[in-house]
């Protein structure tokens, strides 16, 4: 038997348990989710700016999309194992994980898509006084556009799994790997298109974004569910998603395997 | 089934000041220091062995077992399990073993122990009817039915542990490698648990190595002992053997009453008992005087308590 048979073959085991365990942290997690709706606190900002004359050619309608969208996609890339992973490590708790015969890794994964029914139940409430209130806020796009978004937001969602698994493994290496992580999230926030869309930079900030890491985990998605992204664009972009998949494939199976030779099981 | 050669693990220690002071300094410059925690130890385990692998705390005995588990990389050295090389961590080496540590290990701790069950099964791909079979076997040898559906963190300590061991056994491991397994225990679940890993190893041939404090575990569970001290192995060998070397000596008790007892310095316990603690190389001419004035007294011959043995083992050692 193969090692990904080995792995599906165990993995809806694994999602119920691990769906039964997240709902058995609900507050927590409802908190988690809830701070993921910074979208909508910058959609009421933002649209009162843009109300007076559009922001670099975006309306005050294109803004509002824009971060409606923006909190859906949060919602569907949400990841937080790298304080999950540091935990562990530091506290040898991840011995557990590593005496068992599939991947630490592949039990994270499935960790984080478990928590996705969850969110979703808190999002649809959210998306419906979205849908009450403002019901031009939520127009779907065409069906290409749909599949492209679909494609992407599972790339977006790999990306930030790969970049904390990343920075997780850091904890290996170093005490303090949540700081570095902190200080990636907050480059992040600014560049990624989570506090104000790319296209508000000026053009040349822009041109060094497209090739950043930050845009591929969730500006792109937004921008193709929000209409502002289409067809051979969206699959350039979608080819740059695809290339940071893997160079963040590559780190964290790097610093995964090294680090794992160094773990000292401390505290088990 | 266990082959230990030169087996080394060396630890880098950071050195930090205390205080503020010392906070700030390890900012820019940060010193650290080698422990040796296990030092060039050699020792091997046939299949079916019980072994107790015992020391003072610290002395590498955990560290030894998190490298037979392969959560450890050696520094130098080499060990196989069962013909693996643990380090690799291979699928099949880690269905052929386990680990039980202490009381923190696997369980899920807001579910019931159930559910860890279940994704072990998953985990390790274990036939459903073996599944079945297994899990009702370590219900009934542990009592795990009245609590196998409550919340782990609901579990009383002793519970808990009896609910990790079944969920490290559930794939029917080979080698069990157990640290501490009674710790904390009540006297009865001890008694369950000394029993029961007594019973899984008859029953499945499986090589059992474990460290523990508790000196009635050893002397219940196994037969062979490995001594470890400073990362060392001091001693490898019989039970008996280990009395003999480490021993103070022999104590005779007596039951009655007679001046050759008062002449070779018996001194009186309760119950009309009389003992005296001598070197084991003159047991035989101590017993051949007391029988010749005293032919039907009652006369027993107790080695030390392990207690004892251990204690006088690891102090003479680091005199």
């Known amino acids: 038997m193969s090692s990904l048979w080995r792995h599906l073959k165990a993995t809806p085991a694994m999602f119920r348990v691990s769906l039964a365990d997240t709902v058995a942290y609900r507050a927590e997690l409802a908190i988690w989710v809830l701070t993921a709706t910074l979208p909508l606190v910058m959609l009421a900002l933002w649209e009162t700016i843009a109300a007076g004359a559009p922001i670099a050619g975006m309306t005050k309608i294109e803004v509002s999309r824009y971060f409606a969208a923006a909190l859906i996609v949060r919602q569907l890339t949400g990841a937080w194992i790298v304080w999950e992973m540091n935990f562990e490590i530091r506290n040898g708790s991840l011995s557990a994980k590593l005496l068992k015969p599939l991947h630490p890794i592949w039990v994270w994964a499935v960790w984080t898509v478990s928590a996705m029914p969850f969110r979703m139940i808190v999002l649809t409430p959210l998306l419906a006084l979205l849908a009450w209130a403002r019901p031009e806020l939520l127009t779907l796009p065409a069906a290409p556009d749909l599949a492209l978004f679909a494609v992407s937001v599972t790339l977006a969602l790999a990306l930030a799994f790969l970049v904390q698994t990343a920075f997780g493994s850091l904890a290996f290496f170093m005490d303090r790997s949540i700081g570095m992580f902190s200080l990636w999230f907050g480059l992040w926030s600014f560049l990624s298109g989570y506090i104000a869309p790319t296209a508000f930079f000026p053009s040349w900030a822009q041109n060094i974004l497209y090739y950043l890491p930050f845009r591929a985990t969730l500006s792109i998605p937004v921008e193709i569910l929000s209409g502002r992204l289409h067809g051979g664009l969206a699959w350039q972009e979608i080819g740059i998603q695809c290339v940071w998949v893997c160079v963040f494939g590559i780190i964290a199976r790097t610093l995964w395997n090294t680090g794992v030779a160094r773990y000292e099981a401390f505290g088990s | ?319």
């Open chain 2, 1 to 319: 089934m266990i082959e230990v050669e030169q087996l080394t693990k060396v630890y880098r220690v950071p050195i930090r000041e205390p205080g503020i002071v010392g906070s700030v300094t390890s900012l820019w410059r940060r010193e650290y220091k080698e422990v040796r925690a296990v030092d060039a130890i050699d020792f091997s385990v046939a299949a079916g062995e019980r072994v107790g692998f015992l020391g003072p705390n610290g002395a590498g005995k955990t560290t030894t077992l998190k490298m037979l588990t392969g959560l450890l990389h050696p520094s130098a050295g080499s060990c196989r399990v069962a013909g693996w090389k643990p380090q690799d961590r291979q699928r099949d080496f880690l269905r052929t073993i386990t680990l039980v540590m202490g009381q923190k290990q696997q369980l899920i701790w807001d579910l019931p122990a159930i559910e860890t069950f279940a994704l072990n099964k998953a985990l390790f791909d274990i036939p459903s009817k073996q599944y079945a079979e297994t899990l009702s076997e370590l219900t009934k040898l542990l009592s795990l039915q009245e609590f196998l559906h409550q919340p782990v963190r609901n579990l009383s300590l002793g519970q808990r542990m009896r609910c990790e061991l079944a969920a490290a056994l559930l794939h029917r491991p080979k080698v069990l490698f157990l640290d501490e397994p009674t710790i904390g225990m009540d006297v009865e679940v001890q008694a369950i648990v000394r029993q029961f890993i007594i019973e899984y190893n008859q029953r499945y041939e499986a090589t059992i190595m474990l460290t523990s404090h508790d000196m009635a575990d050893v002397a219940r569970m196994v037969r062979r002992v490995i001594l470890i001290d400073r990362g060392v192995v001091r001693y490898d060998g019989s039970l008996e053997g280990l009395s003999r070397e480490f021993g103070s000596g022999r104590t005779l008790v007596v039951r009655g009453n007679g001046p050759v007892l008062d002449r070779l310095g018996f001194s009186l316990m309760e119950d009309d008992k009389r003992r005296l603690t001598i070197s084991p190389d003159r047991v035989n001419e101590v017993l051949g005087d007391i029988l010749r004035e005293l032919p039907q007294v009652e006369l027993t011959v107790v080695d030390p308590p392990l207690d004892d043995v251990l204690r006088r083992a690891f102090g003479e050692k680091r005199e």
